[in-house]
């Protein structure tokens, strides 16, 4: 069965470092994500990307963020200076359909961010 | 450690019974339904989805019931299973400006006792 690929699973930063996270979406989907998720709390949106643009951010996707695709198979989400609070797992998605029909939205297994 | 920030709700059943994890969603506007079970340190793994024109749906040993009146979605598991504890969350797909996002709710986590 297809899947979104992320790496690295775990990356460790210093404080004010820059970070890339990695995604290889699924390969005939157009539809990508960011999401994330602060241990023990619920999973957080935070972009959508559509058509080599954003099509849409949550607040949390400041100018600290930005994401890209920067060939036919990556997507991925830079964090800036990071922060202490920065630190969670970080999930990329893809779907099919603008509606995210079938089996909807499919999620890769996350990177474990730890801002230090 | 693990237990920093968990504030989750937490059903315990015994190996065999009926579970049954509700979740309440806040827009009328959300058209598509999905519940995802999450395993510790694992991304969110899609169990069964339901559209916003039907009420149930059923899979293997799982049924979703959808309340679009009370905006209420329900995950029915039965003859529950060790294998199966893990957080469950409920997730609506909410059209935005002509496209969609996922948003999530808060995640049940289901501890299955021998």
């Known amino acids: 069965e297809p899947e979104v690929t992320q790496t690295p699973s775990h990356q460790v930063t210093q404080m004010g470092q820059e970070v890339i996270l990695r995604c290889v979406p699924i390969?005939?989907?157009?539809?990508f994500y960011w999401y994330r998720q602060i241990l023990g709390q619920k999973v957080e949106f935070l972009v959508s990307?559509?058509?080599?643009?954003?099509?849409?951010k949550s607040e949390i996707f400041d100018d600290q963020f930005s994401v890209e695709r920067p060939d036919g198979s990556n997507f991925t989400l830079k964090i800036r200076s990071t922060k202490l609070e920065d630190s969670a797992m970080y999930f990329c998605?893809?779907?099919?359909?603008?509606?995210?029909?079938?089996?909807?939205?499919?999620f890769g297994s996350g990177t474990r961010l730890t801002v230090v | 450690g693990e237990s920093v920030g968990l504030h989750l709700p937490t059903l315990s059943v015994q190996e065999g019974d009926n579970s049954i994890i509700n979740c309440a969603y806040s827009n009328s506007a959300s058209d598509y339904f999905i519940w995802y079970k999450q395993e510790s340190g694992k991304g969110p793994q899609f169990i069964i989805d339901?559209?916003?024109?039907?009420d149930k749906r059923q899979g293997q040993r799982v049924t979703v019931l959808l309340n679009k009146t009370v905006k209420h979605l329900s995950l029915q598991i039965a003859a529950t299973q060790p294998g199966d504890s893990a957080v469950y969350f409920c997730a609506e797909n909410r059209p935005s400006g002509g496209y969609n996002k996922l948003i999530f709710g808060a995640g049940t986590r289901l501890a299955v006792h021998p």
């Open positions: 998605a893809s779907s099919e359909a603008r509606e995210g029909q079938g089996k909807g939205y499919t």
């Open positions: 990307f559509y058509n080599n643009e954003i099509s849409e």
């Open positions: 339901i559209r916003s024109n039907m």
């Open positions: 390969s005939n989907h157009l539809y």
